[in-house]
């Protein structure tokens, strides 16, 4: 009579055991889900936060947005130094556009760091990248501009 008993018993732990075992798992898959995104929530907030405050705005001369330029997304990039003084632009044109444009760089200030020129030939239409490269010394830091004219 004993032994019958004490079978029942441990049939009923173990079989409770594993119910509870499996909703435990449960619980702690699903809070691991949640706590997943939440922290990839917050990494793309951190890296679209720090995107914006490294961000270099790109502005066109009234001269040249009246000949039909525009800028698109732009593209700040390190040279073999790290030295971030690269930028790939994209540039389309509403009609025909054939010249060189000087890229001048400015602080958060509006002081001068580099200047260059580069040339840009455009069918009407059109649009592609465009890679403009200031001097070694010149590093487009936090918050500056750069304005093509």
């Not at 004490?6 to 702690?28: H, I, M, P, Q, Y």
């Not at 030295?83 to 509403?94: K, P, W």
Request: charge should be neutral; proline fraction near 2%.
């Amino acid at each position: 009579m004993l032994r019958p008993l004490l079978a029942l018993v441990v049939v009923t732990l173990f079989s409770g055991c594993n119910w509870a075992e499996d909703r435990t798992k449960r619980v702690l898959n699903k809070g691991g889900e949640l706590a997943g995104s939440a922290a990839t929530e917050v990494i793309e907030g951190v890296t679209t936060g720090v995107e914006r405050s490294w961000d270099v705005r790109v502005e066109l001369s009234p001269e040249l947005a009246g000949r039909g330029l525009a800028v698109g997304k732009t593209t700040l990039e390190a040279d073999s130094t790290g030295r971030y003084n690269r930028i790939v632009v994209y540039l389309s044109a509403a009609q025909e556009f054939t010249d060189t444009l000087t890229a001048i760089a400015m602080d958060q200030n509006a002081l001068e760091m580099g200047r260059t020129r580069v040339p840009v030939s455009r069918g009407a239409d059109s649009g592609d990248h465009i890679l403009i490269q200031f001097q070694q010394y010149t590093d487009l830091e936090r918050k500056s501009r750069v304005v093509l004219r």
